[in-house]
């Protein structure tokens, strides 16, 4: 047979295989018409590549993952169950409804919140501190490390071979090794350079460590998508730590970012969390009076050598995912672009906007309220970025000011409405956060600690360049181009 011949026949299996995808596609799709339309476009021109991304990167198998995650999680709460009736009233952090607000639009949030799967309480009583870059975070999380006396869990998205992963592993194992029961869980692509012998010292030591939703070529498993994209730190259930920060070398050189650390009730949420995902990648259940409630039991962790200013503050823990129905993230987002009253400002890496979320924005935009969105100069992915850009137009139309933070690749994902409350975590603006990953951030509520996070975004806006409509006229036709080319393939970023 002909080479000619070879690759007509590819072709025509290419083309088979395209159509046979169409209704997957058009079921998965539903009510994404734009999603739906990008993948049928890609079958259409590159019909391999097409296939070929779509049941690596598509929906495939979630209904499957779903069930599984929810039979996960219904184990989860119903063993806590009979822990929380042991516990007493203050002790109590599972989801149900918040306490009474007092305002209308603090009705309209109560309402939200009590009907959206894995939200937690709003619970008084938590401090709050701050911590910027990898700089500050790192000392504090080895210092909790350090300091650990029971256990310690573990829960990063990226985790690489390198020299702050080892000394992370280090510290861990040393712990492992005086004792405290130590549980690390890293996503199976993000963690991927330390899910070989990396860990092998830890497990030696006696602890464990599992990889989240594992990618198997041989298994029918190779899915990308629905990664697990959170950050969490909890030692011996006292104090947590979450943001947007990972673990490795990169961050602490030219990677701006947020962490936050947490005391008070608000940590047994955080638990929830990991302990639904630790019964998920291993089926060992964390449901036990050692875990929760341990803030009541004793003061706060203190932590050599770190002193960061602390505010209280009213918080819940928001954790969400594609397992379920609605994603609370992204409601609580549209939420906060269509109550606010004064501001919103959101500091983003990634900012991909679907047609609900671009509305919210540029609908608050022209009722006067002041949005701001201050995206990367420099972003550690490029396609991404050209994909971000392409939105300039429609959103400095409605008003929406937007700032490119230029001396370091901005990583931060804070969002703040008005004067008294805001949202950190693991959670872009983007589709994949609010679709795809499973994040968790914290929503919290309080003047003083929105006014301290408040005066670093101004800092931050400072240091950064404000883009203008007549600047994004003045971009060259190819850049226009691969913008537009980027802006087609939104809908799968």
């Known amino acids: 047979m002909s080479l000619q011949a070879i690759l007509l026949t590819a072709e025509a299996c290419a083309l088979v295989l395209a159509l046979a995808s169409v209704p997957s596609v058009l079921i998965e799709r539903r009510g994404r018409p734009t999603s739906a339309a990008v993948w049928l476009l890609l079958f259409l021109f590159v019909p391999f590549v097409g296939v070929l991304l779509w049941w690596s990167l598509g929906r495939l198998y979630m209904q499957r993952r779903r069930r599984r995650r929810r039979r996960a999680k219904a184990d989860v709460v119903g063993r806590l169950a009979s822990v929380r009736e042991s516990m007493t009233e203050r002790q109590l952090t599972g989801p149900h409804p918040a306490l009474t607000d007092r305002s209308t639009r603090d009705q309209a949030r109560r309402l939200l919140f009590s009907e959206s799967d894995r939200v937690f309480a709003s619970r008084r009583g938590n401090r709050v501190r701050v911590f910027v870059d ?69 497990k030696a030591a006696g602890g464990h460590f599992e990889t989240f939703s594992p990618v198997r070529f041989l298994r029918r498993r ?26 490795g070398d990169e961050y602490t050189r030219d990677w701006h970012d947020l962490a936050i650390q947490l005391d ?28 929760f409630g341990c803030h009541e039991r004793a003061g706060d962790l203190e932590l050599a050598g770190v002193r ?24 609580i987002f549209f939420h906060g672009c269509t109550t606010a009253l004064r501001r919103i400002w959101i500091m983003t890496p990634y900012l991909i ?20 969105l201050l995206v990367p100069r420099r972003s550690d992915v490029p396609f991404v970025q050209l994909a ?36 950190l975590g693991s959670a ?22 929105t006014a301290h996070l408040a005066d670093l975004f101004v800092r ?34």
């Open 388 to 423: 971000c850009r392409s939105y300039y137009s429609e959103l400095l139309g409605a008003g929406v000011k937007i700032f490119e933070y230029e001396p370091a690749v901005l990583h931060a994902k804070l969002l703040l409405f008005d004067d008294d409350w805001c949202m």
């Open 264 to 291: 008070g009730p608000v940590v047994d949420q955080l638990q929830e969390v990991f302990a639904e995902d630790w019964f998920y990648a291993c089926g060992y259940s964390l449901a036990s009076q050692r875990y």
């Open 428 to 449: 872009n603006v983007d589709i994949r956060s609010f679709r795809l990953n499973f994040e968790a951030s914290v929503f919290l509520e309080g003047e003083a600690l």
């Open 222 to 247: 190779l899915i990308l998508n629905f990664r697990n994209h959170r950050k969490i730190l909890i030692v011996d259930g006292r104090t947590a730590f979450t943001g947007g920060i990972n673990i």
């Open 134 to 202: 990898a700089a500050e975070a790192y000392p504090a999380f080895l210092a909790a490390i350090d300091a650990a006396r029971d256990h310690i869990h573990f829960h990063f998205y990226i985790y690489q071979d390198d020299e702050t992963g080892r000394r992370f592993r280090d510290a861990l194992v040393a712990a492992a090794r005086r004792g405290v029961s130590v549980r690390v869980l890293v996503d199976a692509v993000g963690g991927a350079p330390v899910a070989g012998d990396f860990m092998e010292p830890l």
């Open 353 to 372: 906007p679907d047609q609900a979320m671009l509305v919210a924005l540029t609908s608050a935009a022209q009722r006067d309220v002041d949005v701001r």
């Open 308 to 331: 960061p200013v602390s505010h209280g503050a009213r918080c819940r823990v928001i954790a969400s995912g594609p397992d379920t129905p609605k994603n609370a993230t992204f409601e």
């Open 460 to 493: 931050d806006q400072k240091n950064a360049v404000q883009v203008t409509a007549d600047a994004v006229a003045r971009i060259d036709r190819f850049t226009q181009i691969k913008q537009a080319a980027a802006h087609l393939f939104s809908p799968m970023l």
